[in-house]
Protein backbone atom coordinates (compact mmCIF):
# COMPACT_ATOMS: atom_id res chain seq x y z
CA UNK A 1 0.00 0.00 0.00
CA UNK A 2 1.43 2.84 -0.87
CA UNK A 3 1.82 5.88 1.89
CA UNK A 4 3.10 4.14 4.67
CA UNK A 5 6.27 5.27 4.84
CA UNK A 6 7.50 8.90 5.66
CA UNK A 7 10.87 10.28 4.31
CA UNK A 8 12.61 12.74 6.47
CA UNK A 9 13.84 14.15 3.23
CA UNK A 10 11.79 16.75 1.33
CA UNK A 11 10.79 17.16 -2.34
CA UNK A 12 12.26 20.53 -1.79
CA UNK A 13 16.17 18.31 -0.98
CA UNK A 14 15.79 17.35 -4.65
CA UNK A 15 17.77 19.37 -7.69
CA UNK A 16 14.56 20.77 -9.62
CA UNK A 17 14.72 19.63 -13.18
CA UNK A 18 15.47 22.52 -14.73
CA UNK A 19 18.65 23.09 -12.68
CA UNK A 20 19.68 19.35 -13.59
CA UNK A 21 18.74 19.72 -17.24
CA UNK A 22 20.38 23.01 -17.71
CA UNK A 23 23.59 21.07 -16.08
CA UNK A 24 23.25 18.53 -18.60
CA UNK A 25 23.37 20.81 -21.33
CA UNK A 26 26.19 22.75 -20.34
CA UNK A 27 28.08 19.41 -19.96
CA UNK A 28 27.26 18.57 -23.49
CA UNK A 29 28.24 21.70 -24.81
CA UNK A 30 31.54 20.93 -22.90
CA UNK A 31 31.80 18.16 -25.37
CA UNK A 32 33.72 15.34 -23.81
CA UNK A 33 30.97 14.43 -21.70
CA UNK A 34 28.53 13.96 -24.27
CA UNK A 35 29.53 11.95 -26.73
CA UNK A 36 26.37 9.52 -26.42
CA UNK A 37 28.31 8.04 -23.37
CA UNK A 38 25.16 9.41 -21.04
CA UNK A 39 21.61 8.62 -21.91
CA UNK A 40 19.29 11.39 -21.94
CA UNK A 41 15.83 10.97 -19.74
CA UNK A 42 13.27 9.08 -21.65
CA UNK A 43 10.07 12.01 -22.79
CA UNK A 44 7.80 10.47 -20.52
CA UNK A 45 7.43 11.44 -16.95
CA UNK A 46 5.73 9.21 -14.38
CA UNK A 47 4.16 11.47 -12.47
CA UNK A 48 5.11 9.62 -9.14
CA UNK A 49 3.59 11.32 -6.41
CA UNK A 50 5.25 13.08 -4.49
CA UNK A 51 6.01 11.97 -0.82
CA UNK A 52 7.78 14.60 0.97
CA UNK A 53 8.94 15.46 4.67
CA UNK A 54 12.37 16.22 6.61
CA UNK A 55 15.26 17.73 5.33
CA UNK A 56 18.65 18.43 5.27
CA UNK A 57 19.73 16.24 2.31
CA UNK A 58 19.91 17.02 -1.20
CA UNK A 59 19.74 14.97 -4.46
CA UNK A 60 22.58 14.01 -6.58
CA UNK A 61 22.26 15.08 -10.06
CA UNK A 62 20.61 12.72 -12.84
CA UNK A 63 24.69 13.14 -14.16
CA UNK A 64 25.80 11.54 -10.96
CA UNK A 65 23.04 9.03 -10.92
CA UNK A 66 23.80 7.89 -13.99
CA UNK A 67 27.41 7.86 -14.89
CA UNK A 68 28.78 6.37 -11.77
CA UNK A 69 27.35 2.89 -10.88
CA UNK A 70 28.48 -0.36 -9.96
CA UNK A 71 26.28 -3.05 -12.58
CA UNK A 72 29.27 -5.33 -13.08
CA UNK A 73 27.08 -7.34 -15.67
CA UNK A 74 28.26 -4.66 -17.98
CA UNK A 75 31.59 -4.42 -16.80
CA UNK A 76 34.12 -3.76 -13.63
CA UNK A 77 34.45 0.62 -14.68
CA UNK A 78 32.43 2.64 -13.28
CA UNK A 79 31.63 4.67 -16.09
CA UNK A 80 30.82 0.89 -18.24
CA UNK A 81 27.44 0.81 -16.96
CA UNK A 82 26.34 4.09 -19.09
CA UNK A 83 28.63 2.99 -21.86
CA UNK A 84 27.27 -0.53 -22.08
CA UNK A 85 23.84 -0.99 -20.21
CA UNK A 86 22.02 0.49 -23.56
CA UNK A 87 22.48 -2.71 -25.08
CA UNK A 88 19.97 -4.59 -22.74
CA UNK A 89 16.66 -4.47 -24.18
CA UNK A 90 13.74 -3.94 -21.18
CA UNK A 91 10.99 -4.00 -23.34
CA UNK A 92 9.33 -6.79 -22.81
CA UNK A 93 9.58 -7.86 -19.48
CA UNK A 94 8.92 -10.08 -16.97
CA UNK A 95 9.50 -11.60 -13.55
CA UNK A 96 9.37 -15.28 -12.74
CA UNK A 97 7.30 -15.72 -9.26
CA UNK A 98 7.25 -18.65 -7.51
CA UNK A 99 8.18 -20.83 -4.69
CA UNK A 100 6.17 -20.39 -1.39
CA UNK A 101 3.56 -18.34 -2.86
CA UNK A 102 -0.14 -18.88 -3.65
CA UNK A 103 0.04 -17.75 -7.44
CA UNK A 104 3.15 -18.43 -8.76
CA UNK A 105 3.99 -17.45 -12.27
CA UNK A 106 5.48 -15.52 -15.25
CA UNK A 107 4.27 -11.64 -14.78
CA UNK A 108 4.42 -9.05 -17.09
CA UNK A 109 5.95 -5.81 -16.24
CA UNK A 110 2.97 -3.58 -17.67
CA UNK A 111 0.86 -6.45 -15.56
CA UNK A 112 3.03 -5.38 -11.76
CA UNK A 113 2.66 -1.88 -12.60
CA UNK A 114 -1.05 -1.52 -13.46
CA UNK A 115 -2.21 -1.57 -9.65
CA UNK A 116 0.41 0.23 -7.95
CA UNK A 117 1.12 3.52 -6.61
CA UNK A 118 4.19 4.81 -8.37
CA UNK A 119 5.67 7.23 -5.42
CA UNK A 120 8.78 9.37 -5.10
CA UNK A 121 11.01 7.92 -2.46
CA UNK A 122 14.32 9.96 -1.64
CA UNK A 123 16.91 8.07 -0.49
CA UNK A 124 20.27 7.57 0.73
CA UNK A 125 22.89 5.41 -0.89
CA UNK A 126 25.64 4.26 0.87
CA UNK A 127 27.67 1.79 -1.97
CA UNK A 128 30.58 -0.69 0.44
CA UNK A 129 33.37 0.79 -1.57
CA UNK A 130 32.19 4.13 0.62
CA UNK A 131 30.56 6.25 -1.68
CA UNK A 132 27.12 7.86 -1.18
CA UNK A 133 24.43 9.39 -2.92
CA UNK A 134 20.82 10.37 -2.70
CA UNK A 135 18.37 9.43 -5.29
CA UNK A 136 15.24 10.45 -5.66
CA UNK A 137 13.45 6.92 -6.88
CA UNK A 138 9.98 6.23 -8.31
CA UNK A 139 8.70 3.18 -6.96
CA UNK A 140 6.27 1.03 -4.50
CA UNK A 141 6.31 -0.98 -2.20
CA UNK A 142 7.91 -4.15 -2.56
CA UNK A 143 4.94 -5.67 -0.10
CA UNK A 144 2.58 -4.69 -2.47
CA UNK A 145 3.73 -7.33 -4.99
CA UNK A 146 4.23 -10.17 -1.98
CA UNK A 147 0.67 -9.52 -1.02
CA UNK A 148 -0.91 -9.93 -4.60
CA UNK A 149 0.89 -13.21 -5.10
CA UNK A 150 0.13 -14.22 -1.75
CA UNK A 151 3.28 -15.21 -0.04
CA UNK A 152 2.57 -18.53 2.06
CA UNK A 153 3.11 -18.92 5.80
CA UNK A 154 6.40 -21.23 5.83
CA UNK A 155 7.97 -18.34 3.58
CA UNK A 156 11.05 -17.04 5.37
CA UNK A 157 13.02 -15.15 2.80
CA UNK A 158 12.46 -14.05 -0.47
CA UNK A 159 15.74 -14.74 -3.28
CA UNK A 160 16.17 -12.46 -6.27
CA UNK A 161 18.02 -12.56 -9.24
CA UNK A 162 19.41 -10.13 -11.82
CA UNK A 163 18.53 -11.15 -16.05
CA UNK A 164 21.93 -13.06 -17.55
CA UNK A 165 22.16 -12.45 -20.87
CA UNK A 166 25.38 -12.75 -22.53
CA UNK A 167 24.77 -11.11 -25.98
CA UNK A 168 23.56 -7.86 -24.17
CA UNK A 169 25.91 -8.09 -21.13
CA UNK A 170 29.38 -8.14 -22.14
CA UNK A 171 30.56 -8.06 -18.56
CA UNK A 172 29.35 -11.42 -17.87
CA UNK A 173 31.53 -12.51 -20.36
CA UNK A 174 34.07 -12.80 -17.76
CA UNK A 175 33.43 -14.55 -14.32
CA UNK A 176 33.92 -11.14 -11.97
CA UNK A 177 31.41 -13.15 -9.67
CA UNK A 178 28.68 -15.96 -10.74
CA UNK A 179 26.57 -15.07 -12.63
CA UNK A 180 23.50 -14.52 -12.74
CA UNK A 181 23.46 -11.72 -9.75
CA UNK A 182 21.51 -13.03 -7.07
CA UNK A 183 20.55 -11.54 -3.85
CA UNK A 184 18.29 -11.77 -0.96
CA UNK A 185 16.52 -10.46 1.95
CA UNK A 186 14.70 -11.57 4.92
CA UNK A 187 10.71 -11.31 4.79
CA UNK A 188 10.40 -9.11 7.14
CA UNK A 189 12.65 -6.56 5.55
CA UNK A 190 11.33 -7.68 2.40
CA UNK A 191 7.91 -6.18 3.72
CA UNK A 192 9.24 -3.23 4.93
CA UNK A 193 8.09 -0.18 4.16
CA UNK A 194 11.12 1.43 3.49
CA UNK A 195 11.71 -1.76 0.67
CA UNK A 196 10.85 -0.86 -2.77
CA UNK A 197 10.68 -1.94 -6.01
CA UNK A 198 11.88 1.22 -8.32
CA UNK A 199 11.19 1.61 -11.77
CA UNK A 200 12.33 5.61 -12.41
CA UNK A 201 14.55 8.05 -10.48
CA UNK A 202 13.78 11.79 -10.71
CA UNK A 203 10.63 10.84 -12.03
CA UNK A 204 11.76 9.45 -15.56
CA UNK A 205 12.21 5.85 -16.36
CA UNK A 206 15.25 3.90 -15.01
CA UNK A 207 17.92 4.05 -16.90
CA UNK A 208 19.16 0.85 -17.95
CA UNK A 209 22.33 1.59 -15.86
CA UNK A 210 20.52 1.87 -13.02
CA UNK A 211 18.69 -1.60 -12.92
CA UNK A 212 15.88 -0.71 -15.69
CA UNK A 213 12.98 -1.66 -16.02
CA UNK A 214 12.94 -2.82 -12.04
CA UNK A 215 15.02 -3.07 -9.20
CA UNK A 216 14.82 -3.06 -5.69
CA UNK A 217 16.16 -0.54 -3.55
CA UNK A 218 16.81 -1.26 0.05
CA UNK A 219 18.10 2.74 1.61
CA UNK A 220 19.72 0.79 4.75
CA UNK A 221 21.66 -2.15 3.23
CA UNK A 222 24.93 -1.12 1.26
CA UNK A 223 24.09 -0.63 -2.17
CA UNK A 224 25.02 -4.57 -3.94
CA UNK A 225 21.66 -5.38 -2.05
CA UNK A 226 19.68 -3.31 -4.45
CA UNK A 227 19.48 -5.62 -6.72
CA UNK A 228 18.84 -4.56 -10.65
CA UNK A 229 17.32 -5.33 -13.41
CA UNK A 230 15.09 -8.29 -11.75
CA UNK A 231 14.21 -11.26 -13.63
CA UNK A 232 13.23 -14.00 -10.99
CA UNK A 233 11.42 -13.69 -7.61
CA UNK A 234 11.61 -16.60 -5.36
CA UNK A 235 10.27 -17.25 -1.87
CA UNK A 236 11.64 -19.77 -0.14
CA UNK A 237 12.56 -21.22 3.61
CA UNK A 238 16.14 -20.90 4.04
CA UNK A 239 18.06 -17.86 3.50
CA UNK A 240 19.65 -18.17 -0.13
CA UNK A 241 22.51 -17.60 -1.27
CA UNK A 242 23.70 -14.46 -2.47
CA UNK A 243 26.29 -13.06 -5.40
CA UNK A 244 28.60 -11.32 -3.08
CA UNK A 245 28.46 -13.24 -0.14
CA UNK A 246 28.94 -16.67 -2.49
CA UNK A 247 32.19 -14.36 -3.50
CA UNK A 248 33.54 -13.65 -0.10
CA UNK A 249 31.72 -14.10 2.93
CA UNK A 250 33.89 -12.63 5.19
CA UNK A 251 33.56 -9.19 3.21
CA UNK A 252 30.03 -8.95 2.30
CA UNK A 253 27.40 -10.74 4.74
CA UNK A 254 24.05 -11.73 3.87
CA UNK A 255 22.70 -8.42 5.64
CA UNK A 256 25.03 -6.12 5.01
CA UNK A 257 23.33 -3.36 6.50
CA UNK A 258 25.30 -0.01 6.43
CA UNK A 259 27.40 -0.35 10.03
CA UNK A 260 30.05 2.13 10.50
CA UNK A 261 31.38 -0.24 13.67
CA UNK A 262 31.74 -4.02 11.34
CA UNK A 263 34.73 -2.95 9.02
CA UNK A 264 35.16 -4.17 5.83
CA UNK A 265 38.08 -6.21 6.07
CA UNK A 266 39.72 -4.68 3.24
CA UNK A 267 38.82 -0.61 4.21
CA UNK A 268 36.98 1.29 7.27
CA UNK A 269 33.51 1.83 7.18
CA UNK A 270 33.55 4.90 9.50
CA UNK A 271 33.55 7.32 6.76
CA UNK A 272 31.96 7.90 3.37
CA UNK A 273 32.30 10.52 0.88
CA UNK A 274 29.34 11.53 -1.52
CA UNK A 275 29.76 11.56 -5.27
CA UNK A 276 29.99 14.51 -7.03
CA UNK A 277 31.77 16.93 -4.72
CA UNK A 278 34.89 16.92 -6.70
CA UNK A 279 38.50 17.07 -6.22
CA UNK A 280 38.41 18.03 -2.53
CA UNK A 281 35.57 16.41 -1.18
CA UNK A 282 35.44 15.85 2.40
CA UNK A 283 34.32 12.07 3.98
CA UNK A 284 31.62 12.10 6.34
CA UNK A 285 30.79 9.64 8.92
CA UNK A 286 28.75 6.78 7.95
CA UNK A 287 25.57 6.58 9.84
CA UNK A 288 24.32 3.23 11.51
CA UNK A 289 21.47 1.75 9.05
CA UNK A 290 22.55 4.42 6.81
CA UNK A 291 20.34 6.84 9.09
CA UNK A 292 17.27 4.91 8.72
CA UNK A 293 17.78 3.43 12.37
CA UNK A 294 14.49 4.28 13.64
CA UNK A 295 12.83 2.46 11.18
CA UNK A 296 14.36 -0.69 11.29
CA UNK A 297 16.60 -0.87 13.88
CA UNK A 298 13.71 -3.39 15.43
CA UNK A 299 13.84 -5.72 12.91
CA UNK A 300 17.28 -6.75 14.51
CA UNK A 301 16.64 -6.68 17.86
CA UNK A 302 18.80 -8.62 20.05
CA UNK A 303 21.39 -10.07 16.81
CA UNK A 304 24.80 -9.24 16.67
CA UNK A 305 25.23 -7.08 13.73
CA UNK A 306 28.70 -8.07 14.40
CA UNK A 307 28.51 -11.31 13.78
CA UNK A 308 25.18 -11.02 11.67
CA UNK A 309 26.85 -8.57 9.85
CA UNK B 1 76.87 -2.65 -25.75
CA UNK B 2 78.25 -2.56 -28.84
CA UNK B 3 75.40 -3.48 -31.48
CA UNK B 4 76.15 -6.59 -33.05
CA UNK B 5 74.05 -9.40 -34.45
CA UNK B 6 72.24 -11.36 -32.11
CA UNK B 7 71.02 -15.06 -32.91
CA UNK B 8 68.45 -14.76 -35.40
CA UNK B 9 69.02 -11.24 -36.37
CA UNK B 10 69.78 -9.91 -39.82
CA UNK B 11 71.87 -7.21 -41.10
CA UNK B 12 69.22 -5.18 -42.20
CA UNK B 13 67.34 -5.60 -38.02
CA UNK B 14 71.21 -4.57 -37.10
CA UNK B 15 70.62 -1.76 -38.69
CA UNK B 16 68.04 -0.97 -37.15
CA UNK B 17 68.54 -1.65 -33.73
CA UNK B 18 71.94 0.62 -34.06
CA UNK B 19 69.82 3.44 -35.81
CA UNK B 20 67.14 3.38 -32.57
CA UNK B 21 69.92 2.97 -30.09
CA UNK B 22 71.73 6.13 -31.89
CA UNK B 23 68.43 7.72 -31.27
CA UNK B 24 68.36 6.59 -27.61
CA UNK B 25 71.92 7.84 -26.86
CA UNK B 26 70.10 11.27 -28.15
CA UNK B 27 67.66 11.43 -25.13
CA UNK B 28 68.87 12.89 -22.22
CA UNK B 29 68.00 11.56 -18.87
CA UNK B 30 66.32 15.57 -18.32
CA UNK B 31 63.89 14.92 -20.47
CA UNK B 32 62.40 12.09 -18.79
CA UNK B 33 61.99 13.67 -16.05
CA UNK B 34 60.44 16.26 -18.08
CA UNK B 35 58.28 14.14 -19.68
CA UNK B 36 57.41 12.53 -17.02
CA UNK B 37 55.48 15.65 -15.48
CA UNK B 38 53.14 15.47 -18.09
CA UNK B 39 50.83 12.93 -17.41
CA UNK B 40 49.83 13.68 -13.66
CA UNK B 41 49.20 17.09 -15.03
CA UNK B 42 47.10 15.94 -17.39
CA UNK B 43 45.15 13.84 -14.48
CA UNK B 44 45.15 16.79 -12.60
CA UNK B 45 43.70 18.86 -14.91
CA UNK B 46 41.02 15.81 -15.85
CA UNK B 47 40.29 14.90 -12.72
CA UNK B 48 39.57 19.10 -12.02
CA UNK B 49 37.17 19.45 -15.28
CA UNK B 50 35.07 16.39 -14.26
CA UNK B 51 36.87 14.40 -17.50
CA UNK B 52 37.24 11.65 -14.77
CA UNK B 53 33.82 11.34 -13.87
CA UNK B 54 31.95 12.34 -10.90
CA UNK B 55 34.28 11.20 -8.31
CA UNK B 56 37.90 12.14 -9.63
CA UNK B 57 39.71 10.93 -6.05
CA UNK B 58 39.41 7.41 -6.78
CA UNK B 59 39.42 7.58 -10.18
CA UNK B 60 42.58 10.04 -9.69
CA UNK B 61 44.36 7.68 -7.35
CA UNK B 62 43.66 4.83 -9.84
CA UNK B 63 45.07 6.73 -13.07
CA UNK B 64 48.34 7.41 -10.91
CA UNK B 65 48.40 3.59 -9.34
CA UNK B 66 48.24 2.30 -12.35
CA UNK B 67 50.89 4.73 -14.37
CA UNK B 68 53.73 3.77 -11.73
CA UNK B 69 52.97 0.32 -11.98
CA UNK B 70 53.12 0.32 -16.26
CA UNK B 71 56.80 2.61 -15.76
CA UNK B 72 57.83 -0.25 -12.91
CA UNK B 73 57.36 -2.80 -15.40
CA UNK B 74 59.20 -0.76 -18.42
CA UNK B 75 61.90 0.12 -15.84
CA UNK B 76 62.00 -3.84 -15.36
CA UNK B 77 62.20 -4.24 -19.04
CA UNK B 78 64.83 -2.49 -20.09
CA UNK B 79 67.07 -5.49 -19.61
CA UNK B 80 65.31 -8.20 -21.13
CA UNK B 81 64.76 -5.85 -24.30
CA UNK B 82 68.34 -5.23 -24.57
CA UNK B 83 69.24 -9.09 -24.24
CA UNK B 84 66.85 -9.80 -27.40
CA UNK B 85 66.35 -7.37 -29.16
CA UNK B 86 69.90 -5.42 -28.35
CA UNK B 87 67.82 -2.05 -28.16
CA UNK B 88 69.34 -0.07 -25.46
CA UNK B 89 67.50 1.80 -23.04
CA UNK B 90 70.05 1.11 -20.21
CA UNK B 91 71.38 4.87 -20.11
CA UNK B 92 67.48 5.94 -19.49
CA UNK B 93 66.84 3.18 -17.03
CA UNK B 94 67.60 5.04 -13.48
CA UNK B 95 65.24 7.98 -15.14
CA UNK B 96 62.49 5.60 -15.13
CA UNK B 97 62.87 4.21 -11.74
CA UNK B 98 63.16 7.60 -10.34
CA UNK B 99 60.19 8.85 -12.51
CA UNK B 100 58.53 5.81 -11.26
CA UNK B 101 59.14 6.45 -7.30
CA UNK B 102 57.34 9.79 -8.00
CA UNK B 103 54.47 8.20 -9.38
CA UNK B 104 54.34 6.16 -6.51
CA UNK B 105 54.56 9.00 -4.02
CA UNK B 106 52.06 11.15 -5.97
CA UNK B 107 49.71 7.87 -6.00
CA UNK B 108 50.19 7.74 -2.05
CA UNK B 109 49.97 11.56 -1.29
CA UNK B 110 46.13 11.48 -3.31
CA UNK B 111 45.35 8.41 -0.89
CA UNK B 112 46.57 10.22 2.14
CA UNK B 113 45.82 13.55 1.44
CA UNK B 114 42.56 13.48 -0.98
CA UNK B 115 41.01 9.84 0.24
CA UNK B 116 41.35 8.77 3.53
CA UNK B 117 41.90 12.01 4.81
CA UNK B 118 41.60 11.49 8.71
CA UNK B 119 45.00 10.60 10.38
CA UNK B 120 44.05 7.89 12.38
CA UNK B 121 42.19 6.25 9.55
CA UNK B 122 45.58 6.08 7.76
CA UNK B 123 47.16 4.48 10.45
CA UNK B 124 44.79 2.11 10.94
CA UNK B 125 44.73 1.41 7.32
CA UNK B 126 48.24 0.96 7.16
CA UNK B 127 48.51 -1.89 9.69
CA UNK B 128 45.19 -3.32 9.52
CA UNK B 129 44.06 -3.37 5.68
CA UNK B 130 46.78 -5.89 4.23
CA UNK B 131 46.83 -4.41 0.57
CA UNK B 132 47.63 -0.99 2.16
CA UNK B 133 50.34 -2.37 4.13
CA UNK B 134 51.63 -4.37 1.12
CA UNK B 135 51.57 -1.17 -0.78
CA UNK B 136 53.40 1.05 1.93
CA UNK B 137 55.50 -1.98 2.04
CA UNK B 138 56.69 -1.36 -1.70
CA UNK B 139 57.06 2.35 -0.90
CA UNK B 140 59.29 2.11 1.92
CA UNK B 141 61.47 -0.35 -0.01
CA UNK B 142 61.80 1.85 -3.12
CA UNK B 143 62.99 5.25 -0.82
CA UNK B 144 66.53 4.19 -0.47
CA UNK B 145 66.32 3.05 -4.30
CA UNK B 146 65.26 6.89 -4.91
CA UNK B 147 67.85 7.93 -2.18
CA UNK B 148 71.05 6.43 -4.36
CA UNK B 149 69.71 6.91 -7.87
CA UNK B 150 72.46 9.54 -8.34
CA UNK B 151 75.82 9.14 -9.55
CA UNK B 152 77.81 10.14 -6.08
CA UNK B 153 75.74 7.12 -4.14
CA UNK B 154 76.74 4.74 -7.52
CA UNK B 155 80.68 5.91 -6.44
CA UNK B 156 80.16 5.40 -2.90
CA UNK B 157 78.28 2.54 -3.00
CA UNK B 158 80.66 0.66 -5.65
CA UNK B 159 78.70 -1.02 -8.23
CA UNK B 160 78.63 -4.39 -6.56
CA UNK B 161 76.80 -3.06 -3.58
CA UNK B 162 74.80 -0.32 -5.36
CA UNK B 163 73.30 -3.35 -7.54
CA UNK B 164 72.69 -5.44 -4.95
CA UNK B 165 70.79 -2.85 -2.77
CA UNK B 166 69.04 -2.39 -6.33
CA UNK B 167 67.90 -5.58 -6.42
CA UNK B 168 65.19 -4.38 -3.90
CA UNK B 169 63.24 -3.54 -7.35
CA UNK B 170 62.23 -6.91 -7.66
CA UNK B 171 60.34 -7.34 -4.49
CA UNK B 172 59.27 -3.76 -5.09
CA UNK B 173 57.31 -4.75 -8.47
CA UNK B 174 56.47 -7.46 -6.88
CA UNK B 175 54.44 -6.00 -3.81
CA UNK B 176 53.04 -3.27 -6.39
CA UNK B 177 51.31 -6.03 -8.39
CA UNK B 178 50.24 -8.15 -5.57
CA UNK B 179 48.58 -4.80 -4.05
CA UNK B 180 46.69 -4.71 -7.48
CA UNK B 181 45.05 -7.69 -7.11
CA UNK B 182 44.35 -7.50 -3.73
CA UNK B 183 42.46 -4.69 -4.15
CA UNK B 184 39.99 -5.54 -6.63
CA UNK B 185 36.57 -6.01 -6.22
CA UNK B 186 35.56 -9.73 -7.46
CA UNK B 187 37.73 -11.95 -10.05
CA UNK B 188 38.81 -8.96 -12.52
CA UNK B 189 41.12 -9.62 -15.41
CA UNK B 190 43.37 -6.50 -15.53
CA UNK B 191 45.12 -6.95 -12.19
CA UNK B 192 46.17 -10.65 -13.44
CA UNK B 193 47.48 -9.10 -16.44
CA UNK B 194 49.90 -7.08 -14.57
CA UNK B 195 50.83 -9.47 -12.13
CA UNK B 196 51.19 -11.91 -15.30
CA UNK B 197 53.60 -9.94 -17.40
CA UNK B 198 55.96 -8.49 -14.06
CA UNK B 199 56.13 -12.31 -12.91
CA UNK B 200 57.40 -13.40 -16.82
CA UNK B 201 59.81 -10.64 -16.45
CA UNK B 202 61.14 -11.33 -13.31
CA UNK B 203 61.75 -15.18 -14.67
CA UNK B 204 63.88 -13.41 -16.98
CA UNK B 205 66.01 -12.21 -14.20
CA UNK B 206 66.50 -15.58 -12.61
CA UNK B 207 69.40 -17.85 -14.15
CA UNK B 208 67.75 -21.36 -14.24
CA UNK B 209 70.34 -23.84 -14.53
CA UNK B 210 71.93 -21.98 -11.31
CA UNK B 211 69.31 -21.21 -9.74
CA UNK B 212 69.81 -18.13 -8.45
CA UNK B 213 68.99 -14.64 -9.52
CA UNK B 214 71.35 -12.62 -11.19
Redesign the interface.
Known amino acids: MAGRYKSDLNWSDVTPKDVWLNRRKL?AG?G??ALGSIAGPAAASLNARKTAYGEGLESNTW??IT??NNF?EFG?G??DPSRYAGELTTDPWAIEIGGLVDRPGSYGLDDILKDVTLEERIYRLRCV?R?AMVVPWVGFELADLLDRVGVQPSAKYVAFETALRPEEMRGVR????EWPYKEGLRLDEAMHPLTILATGLYDEPMPNQNGAPIRVVVPWKYGYKSIKSIVKITLVEEQPPTAWNE?SAHEYGFYSNVNPDR?H????Q??E?R??G??????TPTAKFNGYGEEVAHLYAGMDLIVNH | MPDRPLPGQGLAQVSVVRRVNRAIGLVPPLAIYVLAVLPPVLFLWQAQTGRLGVEPIKALEHELGELALQVLIATLAVRPVNKWTGINFLKLRRAFGVVTFFYVLLHLLVWLVLDVQFLDQIWADIVKRPYITVGMGAFALMIPLALTSNNLSLRKLGPIRWRRLHRLMYPVVLLGAIHFVMLSKGFQLEPYVYLGVILALLATRVRWAEWRVA
Open positions: MAAMDESYYTKDEWFPVIYDPRWSKYRVGGLFAKQ
